[in-house]
């Protein structure tokens, strides 16, 4: 069956808005090339439509054009969503700024400025309630069906659905005497990891590969068979965990990443370290996971009942010794030591970053003071 496409724009802009886009997208995706075209396309129709006087790219106004563009935005019904038009807008700004650079205009490189660009909404984390993942995991454990047995997978993993998708047929490995792991293949950050499971997961995996060897789709390696595409399979998942919110009375708007959420709040509060559950989920920046756990008002008033009780429970200690205290130049080296001692500790609870690069210099900065010290001692 032929795909449906929409006619050339005629617009007399239109052929050095295809030129700027072509220049633009030459190391780009396909759907990247078709984003900046369908943004010049949707400016063009406006422009058309509301200014058909404009037919040289020298009379291309801000107040005028731009602005009047970004308000018909804004007064689409239904509205368009946050990040689409944070992404429209990029992309016209950037088409604005090439054709500047070609047509030796830069005055078209102030038709769309920075500060038009609204801020990406910060989502709060989102993990299901203890009774929403009580009762859907319930649910997903009676039907004990393919799609029942990969959410499962992903809630017990932390993984998207888009790297449960892409798990190879021999994804479960055996890391010693009752221990295995999952291999989470390259995913969103291009990325891989090993996720530690459990003899429940690895009986998930089992199921998959059952339902797997049932399927009449060839071999390919895959432990989830794709019938057509893998936007298709993800579009049967999503399907699958509607229908299933809805039969046992959850939210239908429930969605599989709050999956990975619950699944990073878990470990998290379980005792488990920020640094490893960073590692578990994927992330390469801290500040990511920071957005994918949820602290609420009981674990923080857990943590300032904690600190008050032992103020100094966080930080390691230095190791202590039964001699008294020594005084003069020798204290001051003994101090020095400790105080060397607790910042390395917690230096290497850190993840890589510039905090734990900090705390090295500071480290050697110490071990320099330290050194002039003992000098001072042997003079």
Known sequence: MKRWRRPPLQHPLAPAFAHAVESLSTALSPSSTRHYSSTVRNFLVYLAAEHPEVTSLEQLR???HALGWMARLRAQIPPLATTTCIARLIALRAAFNELAWTSKLPELAHLVRREDIPRTPQSLPRPLTAEQDQRLQQELIRRN????????????????ISE???????CLRSTGPGQWAIHVPLGKLKTERMVPVDSFVRDLVHRLRFFRSLDPLP?????LAWSGSKAGLLARLREYLHMVCYSVGLPI????????????????????????????????????????????????????????????HLAPQPKTSLTPARTGLDGFIDSLLDTQHVMEMFRRSLPAGASRTTLDRLSNRLTKILAEARKLRAL
């Open 145 to 160: 069906d393919l799609g029942g047995n990969a959410f499962l997978l992903l809630r017990h993993t932390g993984m998207r």
């Open 164 to 170: 449960c998708a892409d798990l190879s047929y021999d």
């Open 219 to 223: 071999t390919d390696g895959r432990l």
């Open 253 to 312: 708007d429930i969605v599989p990443h709050q999956m990975r959420h619950t699944y990073g709040t878990e470990m998290l509060r379980s005792g488990m370290g920020f640094a490893t559950v960073m590692k578990l989920l994927g992330h390469t920046d801290p500040a990511m996971t920071m957005r994918y756990v949820d602290v609420t008002l009981t674990d923080l008033q857990r943590e300032f009942r904690l600190a008050r009780s032992k103020p100094r």
């Open 62 to 64: 801000r107040d005028a």
